[in-house]
């Protein structure tokens, strides 16, 4: 069994929030499951966390500070996402998080190793894939980090991506690829051909690290942007990719626009109000109002477009407990 296999093996175990019948059987859960996402994905945000453990805002900061002071994780302060901070283990964390994994975590505690360029895209995967899980879409990921230790942590080795997750249904292993970022969009080609070249060569391999690509962002434009450079290389008289491999690419890349509204409202809408209650009052007559003038544009225009925005937005109202 490698490394990759290992961390599917053991990921849900410990990350969903499990009702128990005393408090501190259930504070004992809820602080497994920070240090097991931790663990994971080696860094994370209070956003995340209470995304995935269903809790109040005020709960998620009682959690951290209780964890905080058994000296198992610590918390710095960053512009670079809507929390203002993120959150790292501790020397002491990451050992209770190898016992509660079960596998060695090739991972430290300083914070030099965090790439705040990045920290928005790596928390937008956690959202997904953690979201996934919730929902009960996979039985078992592995983090970019996880895969990076079986690829003896070559950074440039073309079989990396974001996660990878294993259907619940159908046991297929799928590559989540997170944009976040219009860069390797649009009016660049050869870049994205490359990209393209990568997945296939997983695809076509009998023993490749995934079958499917879901690609997600938290702009519907991206994704769309996306799919039709991939019509652009396509069509080209000089394309590289047999009709062969034209249709195994886009039968198994995936474009999930429906979670952009809810990646955008966690992880990039700086306006979200973090508080009190008054401020979630408000902040769901917002969405509302949102709501009901995306609806009356669906209705006039009857655009496929805004159909597929209108969904993700009312699946987001219903995550973030705005609709019922």
């Known amino acids: ?169 159908t046991g297929c292993k799928i590559a989540i690829e997170m944009e976040t970022s219009n860069a390797k969009n649009k009016s660049n080609a050869d870049l994205r051909k490359r990209i393209l070249q990568k997945y296939l060569q997983e695809l076509e391999s009998n023993d490749g690290l995934y079958e499917f690509v879901f690609m997600y962002s938290h702009r519907q434009r991206f994704l769309t942007q996306i799919e039709k450079a991939h019509s652009r290389i396509f069509a080209s008289n000089q394309s590289s990719f047999s009709e062969t491999q034209q249709r195994l690419l886009s039968t198994s890349i995936k474009f999930k626009a429906t979670e952009c509204d809810l990646i955008y409202e966690l992880m990039f809408n700086s306006k979200r109000q973090l508080g009190d209650d ?19 544009l669906a209705t006039n225009t009857q655009d496929r477009v805004v159909e597929i925005r209108l969904d993700g937005f009312r699946e987001a109202g219903k995550v973030l407990g705005l609709l019922n």
């Not at 959150?87 to 030099?112: C, K, Q, V």
């Not at 008054?278 to 009356?296: G, H, N, P, R, W």
């Open 1 to 169: 069994m490698n490394y990759m296999e290992r961390a599917i093996e053991s990921s849900i175990r410990h990350i969903k929030s499990t009702a128990a019948s005393d408090p501190a059987t259930l504070g004992m859960l809820r602080e497994n499951a920070v240090l097991a996402i931790l663990g994971t994905f080696r860094v994370s945000s209070k956003s995340v966390i209470q995304q995935n453990l269903g809790l109040r805002r005020e709960a998620v900061n009682k959690l951290i500070n209780r964890i905080k002071k058994k000296q198992l994780i610590v918390v710095h302060p960053s512009f670079a996402n809507t929390d203002n901070g993120y959150i790292l283990l501790t020397s002491h964390g990451i050992r209770e998080a190898e016992f509660l994994l079960n596998r060695e975590l090739h991972m430290r505690s300083d914070a030099s190793r965090v790439n705040e360029r990045n920290l928005i895209h790596d928390l937008s995967v956690q959202l997904v894939v953690l979201n996934l899980a919730k929902h009960q879409k996979i039985s078992g990921f592995a983090s970019e980090a996880d895969l990076a230790v079986m690829l003896e942590h070559r950074a440039n080795d073309p079989r990396l991506v974001d996660a990878v997750v294993v259907d619940a249904v």
């Open 278 to 296: 008054k401020s979630e009052v408000i902040q769901k007559d917002e969405f509302l109002k949102q709501l009901a003038e995306l609806e009356k």
